[in-house]
């Protein structure tokens, strides 16, 4: 049975601008802007940076955020202490990662993973495999078929926890198991995860992971993205991207570079302050709950949202796992004329995404999302797919960003 939920999701949702007349379900592309966040951000520009200028990287603790905001993250997903560190893209960390795990594993060429990886992280594997020219491969199978594949010659089993299409979600901690069972390193990619279900890296025995913050944990566009080393790798691996501020001693501006201890030697350069100021403006909202409680809200929200679209619209497809534990904090359906219809829903305030080819994407975050949120759009999908409002032209136009 389901646990009496105790974090107060009312209150974290009056914490967050969000417009009136608008459900958004795209929190898992881009969360809301925090309340704070505004008054954060000005704070360091006008109190930090104005007034103490480049005293600030010391009074201000701009040096130490990345390790700082970090280890917050690190609560997040299961991490020990001092094994995250912040900065940088997230396909920038993919490609930290798996060059340490190669290094790691120098007599084995096999990266496995699969086709529900985000083409990013399959984009960062090619291109090391391309520069490294020692022989590599990159197997990608299907997601059911990763099981059957981990064997002797894998170096690195590189896997997206949440399918950032459908919402399947592995089992972390069998692959895992089986990966070490047979000398594999792992590598979690956990844009779907953090913020969205608990992760526990360090009981999973997780070798890397990598995430970005601006999906459910609300950092704003192009927030900084983190790393996790586990503690048994960090003063092993060697950074392929050796910046100025992984360096032991970066004010000693030395000629050759020596890694610093831990895993402040997978910091690359000057960190976002701004940026990273934000973040922690949305890091003091989830200080206020816990994460079976949003798991077990965004459960709750999805089920019924599934439930009231096929109440309505009984022929559109489940493209999410039907069992809610097999799934993250999303519900996906299939439908061919998925963008047009997405962008109907969008032009009547319900604000999800399109993936392609064919997938029509809601996240689930309850930190903000409601029951009313999920009958609203439940509604709004009725309308617009009973009544083939995707046809209207203005919906067909593509647009850049789907």
Not at 208 to 227: D, Q, S
Not at 287 to 316: C, F, G, H, Q
Not at 352 to 371: E, K, Q, S, V, W
Request: proline share 7%; charged share 20%.
């Amino acid at each position: 049975m389901p646990r009496s939920t105790r974090s107060d999701f009312t209150a974290t949702r009056a914490r967050f601008q969000l417009p009136a007349g608008v459900v958004y379900l795209d929190g898992n592309s881009l969360g809301p802007l925090p309340r704070l966040a505004a008054a954060r951000v000005a704070q360091v520009m006008t109190e930090h940076w104005g007034k103490d200028l480049i005293r600030a990287w010391t009074t201000a603790g701009w040096m130490t955020q990345p390790r700082r905001v970090g280890d917050r993250i690190a609560g997040l997903i299961g991490a020990e202490p001092g094994s995250v560190v912040m900065g940088d893209t997230l396909s920038i960390k993919v490609f930290q990662a798996l060059a340490a795990a190669l290094d790691l594993a120098p007599k084995r060429r096999v990266i496995l993973t699969d086709s529900g990886n985000f083409p990013s992280d399959l984009y960062m594997a090619q291109g090391l495999i391309a520069a490294l020219q020692q022989g590599h491969v990159l197997k990608c199978v299907a997601p059911n078929a990763v099981e059957a594949n981990i064997a002797p010659d894998v170096a690195v089993l590189m896997l997206t926890e949440v399918d950032y299409r459908t919402g399947r979600l592995h089992d972390m901690a069998r692959l895992t198991s089986m990966a070490r069972a047979c000398g594999v390193l792992t590598i979690w990619d956990l844009a779907h995860s953090a913020g969205a279900l608990p992760v526990d890296l360090a009981a999973a025995g997780a070798d890397f992971a990598v995430g970005c913050t601006y999906k459910f944990l609300n950092g704003g566009p192009g927030a900084p993205a983190f790393i996790y080393v586990a503690p048994r790798h960090q003063d092993r691996i060697r950074p392929a991207l050796s910046g100025w501020l992984g360096h032991e001693r970066p004010f000693a501006f030395e000629p050759d570079y020596q890694p610093g201890a831990g895993i402040e030697r997978m910091r690359v350069g000057t960190p976002p302050v701004l940026a990273l100021a934000a973040l922690e403006a949305s890091l003091d909202i989830w200080d206020a709950v816990t994460m079976p409680d949003v798991r077990e809200a965004s459960i709750r929200l999805s089920e019924l949202l599934i439930a009231e679209v096929e109440r309505r619209v009984p022929d559109l497809k489940l493209a999410s796992p039907r069992a809610p534990a097999e799934r993250g904090s999303q519900v996906s359906f299939a439908f061919d004329e998925g963008y047009a219809a997405m962008q109907a829903l969008i032009g009547r305030g319900v604000i999800g995404d399109f993936r392609a080819p064919n997938i029509m994407r809601f996240g689930i975050c309850p930190l903000y999302t409601t029951a009313d949120d999920m009958r609203a759009a439940a509604a709004a999908i009725g309308e617009v797919m009973n009544g083939e409002l995707w046809r209207q032209p203005e919906f067909q136009r593509r647009q850049a960003v789907t």
